[in-house]
Structure formats: structure tokens, C-alpha cells
């Protein structure tokens, strides 16, 4: 699995950091999204990432 | 894809349990989900009551925020406009790409990080309502004595603005989200808080520091050559509106539901991890601002196979949304572990709430703290007695007598 993030989209809402911030930051300057970990590994990891791909509002994740 | 014409409805549809939607959104969901309905603007507008139509529409770039457009589903008489001073919109009423960036301006001020920065501040301003709440009278009015000042103070810090002048923007924020009120009414409250944050903006620009958003917005702005007065006013405009009016109710229903739910009060007594997921759910059942996710179409699209044409009036009711029992199973139990953190409360798309982790922070601090220092606070009146604002734009609570 692995994250791909259109900071284009992002409207900065923080969804994905509230959902796992060990694979999400948002930038300090503009709020936009961060990948810390592109590449989740293990169920709950996985699991979050779709959970963040499903509530981010922007649809700026997606998963390849 | 169907074509429905007929009016079914008229907006907006009146809560008959405080804490429930509508009883009709459950019909018009399973007969016809995306209908035309009435709105008291004398328009007609779409409505829409399922989650996945809802999200859908709010992600859409084929959809305005523009009021300022005659097709623009109101819920309330127009504002008369002014011709001396055209109005300039401020982020909720902007599109992309002018939205994209004035909000990408103020959205670093509301990242995850910097709400969990304000975090001890926020409960040093909670213990000292409740501490003062614990050395007054009772039964207490929580509305006044936290529920309102506890944001209040949090969004005038953070933004730089008297504290000491709340009584005025309550009135004017209450008068403008009032349904009872004349559209004239409504304008002047609009004109004398802008005034007043006019002027605001102006003293700030003389001195502006580092030290709250509007200084450090007017320092950013001249280094990058481009100060924008009006924009200010329009973005403490609006930041100070929804910072008050908003968290206080969820504080306040919030409350409520959970003393109506001993069981589920339990859950995050016994566990501090439940408070966020309870809030969710909270958020869920509520829907506070339900049709701050209207639109009007800019093109002809297809949302859940009905033809929306453009220059038609949607209005995504949240509440109903939030209600869908295809994105929440038993739509109606209020279950803090349900997962609820899909829910439209907030909005979707380009335009969800900028200030929700602010929200959060705050309504986590004020429940934990809260049910931790008066263990044994109870609602002082029958729960059917309570003034549930059925007469806003914004639900909520007028009042909540507690005691202890
Ligand atoms: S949830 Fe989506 S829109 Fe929000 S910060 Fe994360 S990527 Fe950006």
C-alpha cells in the first residue's frame, strides 16, 4: 500500500493527522498535508489510511 | 436519472425531538431523496438527505458558495444590499480558486498542532468558569457561565480582539443568526460588528505583533507586498461569529445528552480515549449548522442520478445526512462508539470548518474537566422544559439550568 497525497487538494483540515499522526503532518506554514510515512505497514496502519482516504474532505489521499 | 418537480416541503423543517432531525427527512430520504422543496426566501431549491448525495455535491467544483448569486437558496428574507460599500465576501462565501488561497492564508493558525499549542491555556480558562461556577448559586445557568464564555474568551485571545467588548458580538452574532428577526434587524447588527472590527484592523495595523492572528495576518501580508484591509475585517468577521456561537451549543447539548446517557457518561469517565469519539458522535446526532452546506450549481450535474441544472439552489441538509441509516447504522442511537467520524457536521469539500479542531480541543477540555470536578451535576429542570433554539440558524440551547 502506499500513500499518495495532492497537497493541491488539501484543504488543510487536519483529518488525516487526527486519524494517524504517525503517518500524517500538516505543514506549519499553509496547513497542507505531510506524508511522514508513505508506506503504512500492518493492519491498524493500513486500516488508518483508509480510514483517512475516506474522511478527508478535500479527496486529496488516495491509495496506489 | 429521474426528474422530480413537485414541491414536497419547505425549509426549514422544525426539529420535533430536540434530539432528532426532522421526522420528515426520514420520509423524504426513502421516497425522494434529492427533492424540490420551498425555502421562506420564496426560492425553490433542491434537498438533499443522503450522506453519499451530500458528499458528493460538497466535493463537486460545479457547485458556489457564492451568496452574493439572486440563486443562492436562502433560509431567510434577503439581506437588503448596500449600495455604498460593496460587500466583499469573506472565506465561507469564495470560491476556488480565490478561496483556495485566502484560506491557505489562515489555515496554518488551525492545524492539529497548533489547537493541541492552546491546549493549557484552554483548560486554565475552564477550571476558572468552573471554579466559579462551584462558588456561585444554584441552580446555575451553564450556557452563561461556560458554555459561552469558554469560546468567547478562546477565539478574542486567539485572534487578538477585547475580550471585554463579548456582550456586544454576542448580541449582534445572535441577532444575525436569529430566524425571528427582520432582515433590516439583521443588517444593522451585521454593519455595527463590522464597524467595530473595521476599526479594529485599523488599530492593529499601527502596531501589529506577533502576538494573535489578525497581527501576525497584517505582518504576513506586508512582507508579501499585498495588505488587504477588508479581507481582515471579513476574516475576524467571520472567525469571531463561528467561534461563538458554535462550540457553545455543542458545550450545551452536549451536556445534556451525556447526563441523559449515564451509561455512555461512564464510558469516558472510565476512559479518557472515549471523549474525542463521543464528540464525533455528539457532533452526529446534533448537526448544529445543517444548511451551511448550501450551493448553487454552476453547471448542469448529475448527483445521485438527478440532473441538477445550472443556476438551481441545493441545499445539503447535513442533519439528515448525518441521520442516513447507508452511513450510520440506527441512525438514531446515540452510541459513542459507533465511529461517527464520516459525519457532514462539519461540512466536506473546500469549504470544512476551519476552526474544528479548535472545536474539538475545546469540547474535549470542557467535558472531561467538567464531569470530573461536579461529579454529581444534574439538569434543575424537566428535559422537555429546556429552550432549545428552534428559532436559529444555529442549534443550540438558550439556557441549561444545572445543579449539583
Ligand atoms: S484530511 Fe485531507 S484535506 Fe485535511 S489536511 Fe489531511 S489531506 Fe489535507
Same mark, same amino acid.
Given at each position: 500500500?502506499?500513500?499518495? +497525497?495532492?497537497?493541491?487538494?488539501?484543504?488543510?483540515?487536519?483529518?488525516?493527522?487526527?486519524?494517524?499522526?504517525?503517518?500524517?503532518?500538516?505543514?506549519?506554514d499553509?496547513?497542507?498535508?505531510?506524508?511522514?510515512?508513505?508506506?503504512?505497514?500492518?493492519?491498524? +496502519?493500513?486500516?488508518?489510511?483508509?480510514?483517512?482516504v475516506?474522511?478527508? $474532505?478535500?479527496?486529496?489521499?488516495?491509495?496506489? | 436519472?429521474?426528474?422530480?418537480?413537485?414541491?414536497?416541503?419547505?425549509?426549514?423543517?422544525?426539529?420535533?425531538?430536540?434530539?432528532s432531525?426532522?421526522?420528515?427527512?426520514?420520509?423524504?430520504r426513502?421516497?425522494?431523496p434529492?427533492? %424540490?422543496?420551498?425555502?421562506?426566501?420564496?426560492?425553490?431549491?433542491?434537498a438533499?438527505?443522503r450522506?453519499?448525495?451530500?458528499?458528493?455535491?460538497?466535493?463537486? $467544483?460545479?457547485?458556489?458558495?457564492d451568496?452574493? *448569486? $439572486?440563486?443562492?437558496?436562502?433560509?431567510?428574507?434577503?439581506q437588503?444590499?448596500?449600495?455604498?460599500?460593496?460587500?466583499?465576501?469573506?472565506?465561507?462565501?469564495?470560491?476556488?480558486?480565490?478561496?483556495?488561497? +485566502?484560506?491557505?492564508?489562515?489555515?496554518?493558525?488551525?492545524?492539529?498542532?497548533?489547537?493541541?499549542?492552546?491546549?493549557?491555556?484552554?483548560?486554565?480558562?475552564?477550571?476558572?468558569?468552573?471554579?466559579?461556577?462551584l462558588?456561585?448559586?444554584?441552580?446555575?445557568?451553564?450556557?452563561?457561565?461556560?458554555?459561552?464564555?469558554?469560546?468567547?474568551?478562546?477565539?478574542?485571545e486567539?485572534?487578538?480582539?477585547p475580550?471585554?467588548?463579548?456582550?456586544f458580538?454576542?448580541?449582534?452574532?445572535?441577532?444575525?443568526?436569529?430566524?425571528?428577526?427582520?432582515?433590516?434587524?439583521?443588517?444593522?447588527a451585521?454593519?455595527r460588528?463590522?464597524?467595530?472590527?473595521?476599526?479594529?484592523?485599523?488599530?492593529?495595523?499601527?502596531?501589529?505583533?506577533?502576538?494573535?492572528?489578525?497581527?501576525r495576518?497584517?505582518?504576513?501580508?506586508?512582507?508579501?507586498?499585498?495588505e488587504?484591509?477588508?479581507?481582515?475585517?471579513?476574516? +475576524?468577521?467571520?472567525?469571531?461569529?463561528?467561534?461563538?456561537?458554535?462550540?457553545?451549543?455543542?458545550?450545551?447539548?452536549?451536556?445534556?445528552?451525556?447526563l441523559? *446517557?449515564?451509561?455512555?457518561?461512564a464510558?469516558?469517565?472510565?476512559?479518557?480515549?472515549?471523549?474525542?469519539?463521543a464528540?464525533?458522535?455528539?457532533?452526529?446526532?446534533?448537526?448544529i449548522?445543517?444548511?451551511a452546506?448550501?450551493?448553487?450549481?454552476?453547471?448542469?450535474?448529475?448527483?445521485?442520478?438527478?440532473?441538477?441544472?445550472?443556476?438551481?439552489?441545493?441545499?445539503?441538509?447535513? *442533519?439528515?445526512?448525518?441521520?442516513? $441509516?447507508?452511513?450510520?447504522? *440506527?441512525?438514531?442511537?446515540?452510541d459513542?462508539e %459507533?465511529?461517527?467520524?464520516?459525519?457532514?457536521?462539519?461540512g466536506?469539500?473546500?469549504?470544512?470548518?476551519?476552526?474544528?479542531?479548535?472545536?474539538?480541543?475545546?469540547?474535549?477540555?470542557?467535558?472531561d474537566?467538567?464531569?470530573?470536578?461536579?461529579?454529581?451535576?444534574?439538569?434543575?429542570?424537566?428535559?422537555?422544559?429546556?429552550?432549545?433554539k428552534?428559532?436559529?440558524?444555529?442549534?443550540?440551547?438558550?439556557?441549561l439550568?444545572?445543579?449539583?
Open positions: 500500500m502506499k500513500i499518495i +497525497a495532492d497537497t493541491g487538494k488539501c484543504v488543510g483540515a487536519g483529518q488525516c493527522v487526527l486519524t494517524d499522526p504517525d503517518l500524517f503532518d500538516q505543514s506549519e499553509d496547513g497542507t498535508v505531510i506524508v511522514l510515512n508513505a508506506e503504512p505497514k500492518g493492519a491498524e +496502519a493500513e486500516e488508518n489510511a483508509r480510514t483517512a475516506h474522511i478527508c $474532505p478535500g479527496q486529496a489521499l488516495s491509495l496506489a | 436519472m429521474t426528474d422530480v418537480e413537485e414541491t414536497t416541503a419547505t425549509l426549514p423543517l422544525e426539529r420535533k425531538c430536540p434530539f432531525p426532522p421526522p420528515e427527512y426520514e420520509k423524504l426513502a421516497e425522494s434529492i427533492s %424540490r422543496v420551498g425555502l421562506p426566501s420564496g426560492q425553490t431549491a433542491w438533499l438527505t450522506l453519499e448525495d451530500i458528499r458528493e455535491m460538497l466535493s463537486s $467544483p460545479h457547485f458556489s458558495s451568496r452574493q *448569486n $439572486p440563486s443562492f437558496p436562502m433560509m431567510v428574507a434577503r437588503i444590499r448596500r449600495e455604498d460599500k460593496p460587500f466583499r465576501p469573506s472565506l465561507i462565501a469564495m470560491d476556488p480558486p480565490e478561496h483556495s488561497r +485566502a484560506r491557505r492564508d489562515v489555515v496554518g493558525e488551525f492545524t492539529v498542532k497548533r489547537m493541541k499549542a492552546l491546549q493549557p491555556r484552554i483548560q486554565q480558562i475552564v477550571d476558572e468558569h468552573i471554579d466559579a461556577l462558588a456561585g448559586p444554584r441552580p446555575a445557568d451553564l450556557v452563561q457561565a461556560l458554555s459561552l464564555p469558554v469560546p468567547s474568551l478562546v477565539i478574542c486567539l485572534l487578538g480582539v475580550y471585554a467588548d463579548h456582550d458580538f454576542q448580541a449582534c452574532s445572535s441577532k444575525m443568526l436569529s430566524r425571528e428577526v427582520t432582515a433590516e434587524e439583521r443588517m444593522t451585521f454593519e460588528l463590522e464597524h467595530y472590527l473595521d476599526e479594529l484592523v485599523t488599530k492593529k495595523e499601527a502596531d501589529a505583533t506577533e502576538d494573535d492572528l489578525l497581527g495576518q497584517i505582518l504576513k501580508q506586508r512582507e508579501a507586498g499585498e488587504d484591509h477588508d479581507e481582515l475585517v471579513g476574516l +475576524a468577521f467571520l472567525l469571531l461569529i463561528a467561534g461563538h456561537e458554535t462550540t457553545a451549543n455543542m458545550i450545551s447539548l452536549g451536556t445534556v445528552t451525556l441523559e *446517557n449515564p451509561d455512555q457518561l464510558k469516558i469517565k472510565a476512559d479518557p480515549d472515549k471523549t474525542l469519539p464528540i464525533e458522535e455528539l457532533l452526529r446526532i446534533f448537526t449548522a445543517e444548511i452546506t448550501s450551493r448553487v450549481a454552476t453547471a448542469d450535474v448529475e448527483i445521485g442520478g438527478t440532473l441538477i441544472r445550472a443556476g438551481e439552489g441545493v441545499v445539503g441538509l447535513s *442533519n439528515a445526512g448525518n441521520h442516513d $441509516p447507508d452511513g450510520f447504522e *440506527n441512525p438514531d442511537t446515540f459513542i %459507533r465511529g461517527a467520524r464520516h459525519h457532514v457536521a462539519f466536506f469539500g473546500v469549504h470544512q470548518c476551519l476552526g474544528q479542531n479548535l472545536a474539538r480541543m475545546e469540547l474535549q477540555i470542557v467535558f474537566t467538567l464531569f470530573k470536578r461536579i461529579p454529581g451535576i444534574r439538569i434543575a429542570v424537566p428535559v422537555d422544559e429546556l429552550p432549545f428552534h428559532d436559529s440558524s444555529i442549534y443550540g440551547l438558550h439556557a439550568p444545572v445543579t449539583w
